[in-house]
């Protein structure tokens, strides 16, 4: 399956953007999906992932009651809501998806074989 991830552009702090991921060649059934990001300089870190049932979402700390992530079958697109926006979530965001991924390894990036290109979201003050 391949991603595409769309969406990223320049904000201003405590705006809002909401990201996509689209799968073509496959479908997001199966899958368990997430998001990371990547600041210039640091490590990629984890952002948010659905279970492979969508039952289970996980959020980093520093992103839990702003960002939402969502998936929709009809579409085959994956979404990652974010609201209230700051400073420090620049950074270019990756959408993953992988069929192996189990709950307790949502946040690990060594689990998703699947990776779209990063989509680069920038918050002015």
């Known amino acids: 399956v391949q991603l595409q991830a769309s969406g990223g552009g320049l904000v201003q702090a405590g705006d809002s953007l909401r990201l996509s991921c689209s799968a073509s060649?496959?479908?997001?059934?199966?899958?368990?999906v997430a998001w990371f990001r990547q600041a210039p300089g640091k490590e990629r870190e984890f952002v948010a992932a659905?279970?492979?049932?969508?039952?289970?979402?996980s959020y980093s700390a520093s992103v839990k009651g702003r960002f939402t992530i969502s998936r929709d079958y009809v579409q085959n697109t994956v979404y990652l809501q974010m609201n209230s926006l700051k400073l420090e979530d620049s950074a270019d965001y990756y959408c993953a998806a992988g069929r192996s991924v189990i709950s307790s390894s949502l946040a690990r990036s060594d689990m998703y074989p699947y990776w779209g290109q990063g989509t680069l979201v920038t918050v002015s003050s």
């Open positions: 060649g496959g479908t997001f059934r199966g899958y368990a």
């Open positions: 659905l279970s492979r049932s969508g039952d289970y979402p």
